[in-house]
């Protein structure tokens, strides 16, 4: 069998808050997917089948405002605007920006260039061996394809040193306006032959820090094998064992502490080891009552770190200017690695009523973090290593309803989610003076705290009214203690934010949603007319908030603070002191209502 999907999107314009105030900066946008499936399944006997699947996939898009980077050459041409010609910027204390003129920046893509291939053929097989023992295994190989390009531009000196005409060339004095503009508009049409220059140039290959071009190919496969056995009395055994590999097909430095000159030099560049770990997992389930039953797993999982982590900079021979500062992608990293246990029970009420409580506990080791080196010649940089860890911990209560032309349930989960570090590109350091020895050494503070999607406490449900083929109205709703952040007493106070760290909460999160249908018969057409409102009540929840207040809407400043900034405001005259705290992006979605009709054929 043969299945083909395909999607294209595409946008204009940007919703950033830095630009709102300058609505002609309509940058496009284009995302486009597909994908190829073909499945085979075969049954020899009655007690054995296999299946085999392969798959082609590309990620592609674009972003630009003019593909072919004109500028524009004098006000009011057609074209890019590139500063300082015609870009002003507010700045304001707590690093509130705006941009008030200007245009998206140059194209710095090209055609058919940055995307992502991925083949992939797996198979599974499958063999009642008796009554007893239902065996499965499988296996599955991936080749990923990474293309990546990016080419850099920058202003010229003369640009950047010459932003006002000189007065040997526009002199105001004794012109009247009209004559003075038409002048000016003169120059800068040919800004370029007078000074024999370009406002911009294209930065060159070696020109590391603004341009790249160059492909990926990891290549990952796995294999397993499973038994299932039902032994009497309903009780129901799975053992089985997962084999995972995986190569980057990439080279990294042998010695990251070498001359800066030589980290990313051919000399010191050896190929990446192969990553592989066997996998066992165990799970058993047995009755309890006529209507429950007990379960209990355990299990190792294997995970390699995001290609993109992986792959971050091309390893090129760097100057130490260049190498300062830079994070470094490693294509040698280790697997993140989780071991997950996990009981629970299930037992049924008359008829119509299900409940199901399970508590689980998950341990994850070689998260995502990175490291500070410093080479023999004093440059110091970063790259991606496998230093940090954390677990999570729950109980999750399910109950569920069936009855008729009714159908309703409720879940909540209570749950810890703990950990060294929430951002695998944060790093923390601590300068530490021994008395002894007088000298300043540096540490890696890392300390276990909630981590920034940690949420105690979430309850959802639903209500489901139906009227098989006919109608359908259902209600879901949710309501959770929301995630937690680290708070300050007053912006710009300057408190140890790692002290801080995710210690208090953002406000409480709701919503409730509503999805209503009808089946329709239009002209021997069947068709379905549907009602849907999100956020029925135009909740909008706190996804952000002020670190100061513990508010989405509502900042706290000292007041020196904010006679500065009141000042700093009315000097520009562009926006009020109200609006500079107006963030729409703390907000989640306000209410969205879609009605429409489904047909089919």
């Not at 072919?68 to 004098?74: E, L, T």
């Amino acid at each position: 069998a043969y299945t083909g999907f395909g999607s294209y999107r595409e946008s204009h314009g940007s919703t950033a808050r830095v630009n709102v105030f300058s609505p002609d900066n309509r940058q496009t946008t284009q995302d486009w997917r597909y994908s190829h499936f073909l499945r085979f399944q075969h049954f020899p006997s009655d007690n054995f089948f296999y299946n085999f699947a392969a798959s082609y996939q590309r990620d592609d898009g674009d972003s630009y405002f003019r593909k072919d980077n004109k500028i524009a050459q004098f006000p009011g041409d057609d074209g890019i605007m590139v500063s300082p010609f015609t870009i002003t910027t507010t700045n304001l204390s707590g690093g509130t920006q705006f941009n008030i003129g200007g245009t998206s920046g140059l194209y710095t893509n090209a055609e058919g260039r940055n995307y992502v291939d991925k083949y992939a053929f797996q198979g599974d097989f499958n063999w009642q061996v008796d009554k007893i023992n239902l065996i499965k295994a499988g296996f599955s190989v991936t080749q990923h394809y990474y293309d990546i390009y990016n080419r850099g531009f920058q202003l010229t000196s003369a640009w950047e040193n010459n932003d006002w005409p000189l007065d040997n060339f526009v002199n105001p004095r004794g012109m009247s306006f009209d004559d003075y503009w038409s002048s000016l508009n003169l120059y800068w049409r040919n800004w370029e032959t007078i000074f024999d220059t370009t406002r911009v140039r294209e930065v060159g290959r070696d020109e590391v820090e603004s341009y790249s071009d160059y492909s990926n190919k990891p290549f990952e496969m796995a294999f397993y094998l499973q038994d299932k056995l039902e032994l009497g009395s309903d009780i129901i055994l799975n053992a089985g064992v997962r084999y995972d590999y995986f190569n980057a097909n990439e080279k990294v430095p042998a010695n990251y502490r070498a001359e800066a000159s030589l980290v990313g030099s051919e000399q010191n560049l050896v190929q990446s080891t192969v990553k592989s770990q066997f996998s066992p997992r165990f799970a058993i389930s047995f009755p309890i009552s006529s209507q429950g039953a007990f379960r209990a797993s355990y299990g190792h999982f294997f995970q390699m770190p995001p290609h993109g982590r992986m792959f971050n900079q091309p390893l090129v021979s760097l100057s130490p200017i260049d190498l300062e500062d830079r994070l470094l992608g490693n294509a040698d990293l280790e697997p993140e690695k989780t071991v997950a246990y996990e009981i629970g029970l299930q037992q049924g009420i008359g008829t119509s009523i299900a409940v199901n409580i399970s508590a689980y506990y998950k341990d994850f080791r070689n998260l995502l973090g990175i490291e500070q080196v410093q080479t023999v010649d004093g440059v110091k940089y970063t790259r991606f290593v496998n230093r940090d860890y954390g677990l999570s911990k729950g109980i999750v209560v399910d109950v569920t309803k069936r009855s008729g032309n009714f159908n309703g349930g409720m879940n909540y989960t209570m749950a810890y989610t703990n950990g060294s570090n929430s951002d695998p590109t944060e790093l923390f350091l601590v300068n530490a003076t021994p008395s002894v020895t007088g000298a300043t050494e540096v540490f890696v503070d890392r300390q276990v705290a909630p981590l920034d999607w940690d949420q105690r406490h979430t309850f959802n449900c639903y209500v489901n009214f139906v009227k098989p083929n006919n109608w359908s109205v259902g209600i879901t709703g949710f309501l959770d203690s929301n995630t937690p952040f680290s708070p300050d007493f007053l912006e710009n106070f300057g408190l140890n934010e790692r002290e801080f760290r995710n210690s208090a909460n953002k406000p409480l999160s709701w919503s409730i949603d509503l999805k209503a249908k009808k089946n329709l018969n239009i002209a021997g057409l069947k068709s379905v007319l549907f009602f849907k409102v999100d956020n029925i009540f135009d909740h909008l929840n706190a996804e952000n908030v002020f670190a100061a207040s513990g508010k989405a809407d509502e900042n706290a400043r000292l007041p020196e603070i904010t006679l500065v900034m009141e000042g700093e405001i009315e000097s520009e005259n562009v926006i009020s002191f109200q609006e500079a705290d107006l963030r729409p992006d703390f907000f989640s979605a306000p209410r969205k209502v879609q009605v429409g009709f489904e047909f089919k054929f």
